[in-house]
Structure formats: C-alpha cells, structure tokens
C-alpha cells in the first residue's frame, strides 16, 4: 500500500510540473518574474492558497452532482468523460476544514501562483496572476448565519505590459465588484529591499512590484487595504475586509508560468477539466428561496473559465456585456478625460481588415454608451439604477487599413460613458432621422467598460465625465 501511494503521489506530481510545450518565451517568462505580486494576506487569515498537487492529492474525491463517488483517487483528467463536465472535486469539510483545507501558509511552506502569459497584438503581454485557495470562508449574515462557504477557490490579478512595461493592474474579486482596472502609476508597489514597508503607488525603486490585499477569508483581490461592501441588500451587506500586518507572499520565486492560449497535455491536463474544483452546494437552507446560497455553495470552475472578467453576471452601469476568457480585454479600458469630444483609437485584427476594395462601402461605426443615474431608485424599488442612450461615429472602411480614429459626440453633462463598442453596419450613422433603421443594418461586437482617470497625479478617484480619450490596444473582430 505504501508502495502505491508512493507511485501515485508521484504521478500527480508529474501531471502538474509545468510541460514545456505549454512554456512562454524566455523573454516572457522573465517578463513574469519581472512584475510578480507581492500578496497580502489579512492579519487574522487561516485559509492559505496551496499548489494545484497539493489538493488533487489530497483527500478529495471526484463525485456526481448527487454525491455518488466516481473515482477515488483522482483520475487524469484525459480519462475522464467530457474531461469531468457535471463532476465535483469533493471532499468532507467537517473533517478537514481545520486541516487540509487550510492550504499551505507561505510562511511555513511554499504554495504556487500560476502565472498565463498571453501575448497579445500591438505589443500587448498580459500576465493572469492566479492562485488556488483549497477553501473559501463565507460571510456572516445576521439572522441567517454563514453563508457563501466553498471547497475551492481561483482567484487572480491581471497586469498588462505594453511593449514589456506595465501600463495598468485589474484586481479581481467577486465578479466584477472588485477595484478592477487602474493605472500602474496608481498601483500599490513594493522592494524586494524592504518587502514589509508601506505599499506605495508613488514607490520610486524602478525595480518595484505590484502589490495585491487578499480579502479576509474570500481571497478576493483588491488595491488597498480597507472594507469594501460588493452587495448592498435590503437587509443585509456583503463585505470584504483586508489589511496589512499578516503575511506577505512575494510571489516571484513561486511562478508555474503557462502559456496561453496552448493545448494542456500530460503535466498540464489538469488545466483541461470542465468539472467543479470543489464541492457542490446545498439548497436546503430555510432562506433560499428569497437569497440563493446557503451556508456551503458550489466551488468554482478551473481558471480555463469562459469569464474571467464576471461580465455575465454584472449589475453595474456597465451591465451591457458579454463573457471574455483570458484572449480578451480587462475588466476595464481606461480612458482619460476630454473637454471636448471623445476620441477613441481602435484596432481590428487581422481577419477584419479588408485585403481587397470593395464596390459597396461598408462602415466602420463606435457607439458609445451613457449612463445616467436615477436619482429616485433605490435598493428597494424596481427602479433601474441608471438609464442610457448613445452617441455614435462613422468611417468607412478601408482597404488594409487596421488602426482608425474616430471623435464621437460627448454624453449630455448629466450623464457619463459607461461602455463603447466597434461594428460593421451598411449605412452611415450620422442621419438622425433614419438612425433607428440604419442601425438594424449593424452588427456590433461585446460593449467594453469604460473607465476613466485624472492625468493629474494628485486625483486618483475614478471620473464620471461625459466624454474620454481611449487607446484601446485590444483588436476587435469583426
């Protein structure tokens, strides 16, 4: 028997060791190591990350969704049907929720960050900072105790590099409720030199790392140390807490660096299962049917996830999009403040440029999205909290031409820009009286966030501003 844990320990351990055909470039791996996070940890946390081996070789076994147990020990993900989809990775929390479930302390053993490198057009590396939490602890709620527990927990930070230096750092936490996208400049950083000093935007050490405020207990990811309410109920509210003084992880001796996107095989294929990386959830709580989570929820799906930016759930001003993987933009394009128009610089990728003249003009159109706040809604009324209109920008589209400038009319002064989007129509935009047809005759792509900041160092709060400067290096398809 111990002969046999031996060699199945070891087969795990050769599933995770990164595989080298999965393996960034040299340069991108340094450029990894480069801005790895230093992670700060809530003074009273108990539930640290671990490695990805430490938990599928742990006591979790894989199981339907009526607790039926499939496989005991975990098998490879490539001899799973429908690589695991409709499995959970379960184990007894009773047991092991003041054990196992507990990770791995960075300060007294050496869990991973997961890093995914994927370079992108116009100069753009973006690094997905990921970790893995064995447990998630919840909230107490008064009245209805702790809910929101789950096995399992992906949580991450996206830098972006722009011809190998940082431009901006998206902190992720509960969909899309997190600090989310902010400028480098504006970016909690750290020395190696004084690795438990003040974590200071202003931090002058051209060697300097970001620093990320893992949530008490959720892991959620913000920039700063504090509370941080992401639900605002009638009864209730829903908070994040994190602060300085507990441990400090710096990440960079710690990285399994991952190409993205690449096929998964043999020390990867873990990357590959579409199952539950935790237990499923209960239903039988008293108050499910006005609040749907219990004490324990279902985990989440690995980091290979359709939706890394929470879009699809969000119910925000900027509640107008679609799901993005790892291919896609961040959580927000930031965006400085105009005085006049907005002017948007965009790029198509290189299916939608045209390689040949066309006898019928097609348009290339913006359309920017303003939201305005309903000052009668409520968190108890059904009244929306914003309402929208748009403003719109044509140009026609030409012949092997990829990069386009366009200058869009400003919201009304009541309003702000909450998203834009890029289409192809078979009209122009700019005749008000035949607009709503012309735009039947369009096809837009996934509305992206709008985020706009002060070029003045001295403001760092977001703006709400009726119109914005926008380079936004992430191609459109069209």
Known sequence: MALLNVALFVAFTLLIRPLALAAPTDQNSLLARRYAPQFRFHKDEVYFPSTVEYFLTGPVT???????????????????????????????TKANLNGFLRGQNPNTAQPSTYVFVAPKSNGVVDLYYWVYCPYNLGKKVPLLGMIGDHVGDWERITIRTVNGVATSIDYHAHDDKGSGTIPWTQAPKFSSSTPNGNADPNNSDPDARPVAYIAYGSHGMWSKAGTFTYIDAVVFKLQDVTSDQGVYWDTKDHLVPIGYPETYTESLEWLNYQGTWGNKGATNCWWYWMYKQCELVTGPNGPLRADVLGSAKSTSAHSLLNPANMRGPLSQTLASISTGDSQYTIYLDTASVPQQASSISQYLSVVQTCATHNTTSTASSDEPEYSYSSTYS??????????????VSPCDPSAFVATYSVGLCASDLSDSATLDQDLTDCSFGAARRIRAFSTDPSVTDIQEVP??????????SL
């Open 467 to 476: 119109s914005v400067v926008v380079e936004d290096l992430d191609d459109w």
């Open 62 to 92: 894989l199981t339907d969704a009526s607790g039926k147990t499939l496989a005991s020990p975990l098998p490879k993900v490539s001899s799973m049907s429908n690589f695991g989809a409709g499995t959970f990775m379960t184990t007894d």
């Open 394 to 407: 044509t140009i026609v589209l030409a012949k092997g031409k990829s990069k386009y400038n366009f200058s």
